[in-house]
């Protein structure tokens, strides 16, 4: 049932209301670069004989606003990296309204779907594989501006990819290579200038970190700190790993089999969570300190991750909840506001303590 | 009449030819497991410690040069033919690999492939490996054993898959345990349950485990002792507590360093380490991590340093002297 | 200096080492030097008889180092002729047959949905015509000229590269820097021809290079046959085919365009198999 707020065509960015029962216990935002509501993407799949409905993201809500860093988390199955997909419109979405700039992201085609690309853009998790293989750096990095600024000339955009190469921390001589002769670090970091060349507003980055090694991590995180401060950058953070995104987000949104368990302030989350995933999640979350790691002696979260074929009715987190009561199995718990957090809990008030 | 440690090796060497020339996958290493412990090894890619790991069982490339060392109890394993080398894997040493989906035989039933440990080593009958087998899938806390033994690896989950995997490994009750990146590929709920479930089984059979990672958290939660590998040597060894309250090689501080911890409050920068892992096929003289190093000295780029030991059983190899702590904000 | 290695330079020094493959190329272009020179060079010519110089063994004095066919003709300038005309047919058909099979093959595949089904039923439906019923009609209605050859065995050949052409861009579509340039923008034709086509290259080169042997060796069987290029022009299959009724009596009619056949067959197969080697993706 969709209860989202229809903002596709030409709704007024500045009023920025809300109606739907999803959204009407949370308090006003400040204008949203991005305001998803109810976003959902299923895959049809083949199972046994037949097929099946795969609900890969199921009504996902959020916004983001500008020069700020959200961080989607969630194991495997969350549907973080298909959140991704369908706001590129890489992977069609089923149902919601992603509204940008006042339009509705999801219902673009043609020239407007293609005028839109330049504000939104994309970073892979494996920078290598992104790169094609074939084209040297310097065509890699220019095919943007060939598309959507094709009245530069070559000298031009010459300038314009070398500017961007030393903006990354690479030096000219590698654009005449190829994405086989780079480091993961460099791969990544060419991946980054890809998307930043043509000055887009908001940058999706999926799981940008975890392909690179251990000591080339915190060099790129460095620099997409750097860079989101200097260019003033919406970034939509998405991992797996809670001590990256604790580094680089403002907001984190915890995911689970394709909803929403909670949205907080990064601190508050996890200092203060309200959602028992998220406790369990930042429990679980490696600590490079023995003294620290072993003290806190709590037994992990049992049972493992339900195949979205098969999720849980109620609370699809029922299943593995040390809090769960009747009430999780008959009622989907909406998301509300909880002291500084969001989330989709009937027992929140008792998380934390 | 303690023979001292089951595992010792020394002076190994692996190196194999590539397209852009010879890897030094693994240069001089030393190391012992002593009976029981959990040792943790962390690295990057191409600090070899995977091929460390496959070159105590045999499992190097084909066209892999091993010299050097590896002595399990009096065996010289690197000698030893391929049956007699077949008697220790699966039954005193064994392995656990990253990818539970690629290590199982996806057209094999589960209750076969744990089985067929026992019935190659153990030479037991059908029916008393099926029963071992069943212990073993309760002791990894799988329910439903009988069910699940007859099952396909694609039926199974990843963290099952895996825990299937520690099941064939420790079913014939092997005194050491390898394993490589384990819980990688694990979602970090699921790895979080692996990892307590390497605890309550080495508390209960008493095998030591060997666990390869890049991810100091694993290490920190897990392991008593470590050793830190870069470009094919152990650059520090030290029990784990002594590793991080104190590292003495820049690079385990660096790394440490460089890790965003959840706990702690939020830097505006993390402390990055410069350049790039070197390329095995093209490592520098000295030490190969001269070029990265703050603490860098003119010796360190023409003389390796060798692994010493500092205070008791804690072993680094870096020429520069006296405490680190610069990345800390420590008085250098 | 390793800089710009690009992935032909790369695939260069792959191929380089292997010999087997490098063997082949070398003789391949020695044959291929020979045929286009000696007949240049030689006194005699593939089409005037000499009457009195029939059936000769071969003698290396007497002018005809191989000696002479069954009307008087040198047998070295008539072999050389002949590997000309299959290495031309082969070369040309096979281009020809790359052409459509990779435009044919790369649309069905990136466009996809029914118009990849249609277009790949016409694949099936064009292999079950009888082939070689389909020649002979062709030569009895257009007579038997080289440049038909040409066409028809290229206009069959090309079902093969379409398969494969697609079966690689339907996996291409999946990777991941063409979703990457789809986010960048690029869309359609530009996709397919920046994107698609240079990383299909590899595999069509390897398609192609083996697939040159098998027209050859079709079309020798065409004129084995009777139906290939007509006499005086020679084809390799032809001489073979006139080798084989003096085989009792004049062995070297046969063994020698046999070997050159069989010379050129094994170097197209050693080289596409040394390309497949240093071009294959999945290698890396």
């Not at chain 2, 020394?10 to 190196?15: D, E, I, Q």
């Not at chain 2, 064994?94 to 030479?123: C, K, W």
Request: charged share 20%; glycine share 8%.
């Amino acid at each position: 049932m969709n209860t989202g707020v229809p903002q596709a065509g030409g709704a007024d960015p500045q009023r920025c209301d809300r109606t739907g029962s999803a959204a009407q216990a949370l308090p006003p935002q400040p204008c949203a670069l991005l305001a998803v509501r109810e976003l959902s993407v299923t895959y049809r799949v083949a199972y046994r004989r037949g097929h099946a409905l795969l609900r890969a993201v199921n009504g996902v809500s959020f916004e983001l606003a500008r020069g700020e860093t959200l961080g989607l988390v969630g194991e495997s199955g969350s549907g973080k990296s298909t959140i991704a997909r369908a706001l590129l419109r890489l992977v069609p979405a089923e149902s919601g309204v992603a509204s940008f700039h006042g339009t509705d992201l999801l219902k673009l085609s043609g020239a407007r779907l293609q005028a839109m690309r330049r504000h939104l853009q994309l970073i892979f998790q494996d920078p290598l594989a992104s790169l094609d293989p074939r084209m040297n750096i310097g065509d890699i990095l220019g095919e943007p501006l060939r598309v959507f600024e094709p009245q530069l000339s070559g000298q031009q955009r010459l300038q314009r990819v070398l500017a961007m190469t030393r903006a990354v921390g690479l030096g000219a001589e590698q654009l005449h290579r190829f994405a086989h002769e780079l480091s993961g670090g460099q791969a990544q970091r060419i991946g980054i200038a890809r998307a930043l060349i043509i000055e887009p507003e908001l940058i999706v980055c999926d799981e940008p970190l975890s392909a690179l090694d251990v000591s080339i991590k915190s060099q790129i995180g460095n620099l997409l700190k750097d860079l989101q401060r200097q260019l003033q950058l919406s970034l939509l953070f998405i991992s797996h790993d809670l001590a990256a995104v604790r580094f680089s987000c403002d907001r984190v949104l915890v995911l689970y089999l394709g909803r929403v368990m909670e949205i907080a302030g990064c601190d508050t989350l996890f200092k203060a969570c309200r959602h028992p995933y998220t406790r369990a999640l930042i429990r679980a979350a490696p600590i490079p300190d023995p003294v620290a790691a072993r003290a806190r002696r709590s037994a992990p979260l049992e049972g493992e991750i339900p195949s979205p074929l098969f999720a849980p009715s109620g609370c699809v987190f029922r299943t593995r909840c040390p809090m769960a009561i009747d009430r999780c199995a008959r009622e989907i718990p909406l998301l509300r506001q909880v002291a500084d957090s969001q989330v989709a809990c009937h027992r929140a008030e008792e998380v934390g303590d | 009449m303690t023979a001292g440690p089951p595992l010792r090796i020394r002076g190994l060497s692996v190196r194999y030819p590539s397209d852009h020339g010879q890897i030094e996958a693994v240069r001089d290493i030393d190391l012992d497991v002593a009976a029981g412990e959990f040792l943790g090894i962390v690295g990057e890619s191409g600090s070899g410690k995977t091929q460390l790991l496959l070159s105590i069982l045999g499992l190097s490339a084909p066209r892999a040069e091993l010299c050097g060392s590896i002595r399990y109890r009096e065996q010289e394993l690197l000698d030893l033919g391929s049956a007699a080398l077949n008697q220790v894997r699966g039954n005193r040493i064994s392995m656990v690999f990253q990818d539970p989906m690629t290590a199982l035989n996806p057209y094999l039933r589960v209750g076969r492939q744990i089985t067929e440990v026992l019935r190659v080593h153990r030479d037991a009958t059908a029916r008393a490996a099926e029963r071992r087998a069943i212990e073993m899938l309760e002791s990894v806390h799988i329910p439903e054993g009988p069910r699940r033994m007859r099952q396909y690896p694609h039926e199974l989950s990843g963290g099952m898959r895996q825990r299937v995997m520690i099941a064939m490994a420790l079913i014939a009750e092997p005194e050491i345990l390898l394993a490589d990146e384990p819980s990688t590929a694990l979602d970090v709920t699921v790895q979080a349950q692996i990892l307590s479930l390497f605890q309550e089984l080495r508390a209960r059979t008493g095998t030591a485990i060997v666990l390869v990672t890049h991810d100091l958290g694993v290490i920190a939660e897990v392991a008593d002792r470590v050793a830190v590998m870069y470009a094919g040597r152990i650059v520090e060894q030290a029990p784990v507590h002594g590793l991080f309250a104190h590292p003495r090689h820049p690079y385990t501080e660096a790394l440490q360093q460089s890790i965003p911890r959840i706990d702690a409050p939020r830097p505006t920068h993390l402390a990055s380490i410069g350049g790039a892992p070197p390329n095995p096929a093209a490592l520098p003289a000295g030490c190969a991590f001269a070029p990265r190093c703050i603490y860098r000295l003119p010796i360190c780029e023409a003389v390796t340093p060798p692994l010493i030991e500092t205070t008791a059983g804690h072993w680094k190899a870096c020429h520069h002297d006296g405490a680190l702590g610069k990345l800390r904000g420590e008085a250098a | 200096m390793s800089g710009a290695q690009g992935f032909w330079g790369q695939a260069l020094r792959r191929l380089r080492r292997q010999r087997m493959a490098m063997a082949a190329g070398l003789l391949l272009s020695l044959i291929m030097l020979a045929c286009l020179l000696l007949p240049l060079l030689s006194p005699y010519d593939y089409f005037t008889p000499h009457f009195e110089l029939l059936s000769r063994g071969p003698m290396l004095a007497g002018g005809h180092i191989l000696g002479t066919d069954p009307l008087g003709r040198d047998l070295l300038v008539r072999v050389m002729w002949g590997c000309r005309i299959s290495l031309a047919v082969g070369i040309a058909a096979s281009l020809v047959s790359v052409l459509i099979g990779v435009t044919w093959g790369a649309t069905a595949g990136y466009v996809g949905g029914p118009t990849d089904a249609l277009m790949m039923r016409a694949v099936d439906i064009l292999y079950s015509v009888p082939f070689v019923p389909f020649v002979i009609v062709l030569t009895v209605l257009f007579g038997r000229e080289l440049w038909l050859i040409f066409l028809a065995i290229g206009a069959v050949s090309w079902l093969d590269i379409a398969r494969i052409v697609r079966g690689e861009t339907l996996s291409l579509k999946q990777r991941e820097f063409i979703e990457a340039a789809r986010v960048s923008g690029v869309r359609g034709a530009a996709m397919i021809a920046r994107h698609i086509v240079p990383n299909l290259i590899g595999i069509v080169i390897i398609y192609a290079t083996l697939a040159i042997p098998t027209v050859i060796l079709f079309e020798a069987f065409l004129s084995f046959l009777g139906l290939g290029v007509q006499s005086p022009l020679a084809s390799l299959g032809s001489l073979v085919a006139d080798g084989t009724s003096e085989m009792q009596s004049h062995p070297h009619l046969l063994i020698v365009p046999a070997a050159f056949l069989a010379a050129i067959i094994y170097c197209f197969n050693y080289l596409g198999d040394g390309l497949r080697d240093a071009l294959d993706p999945r290698d890396r």
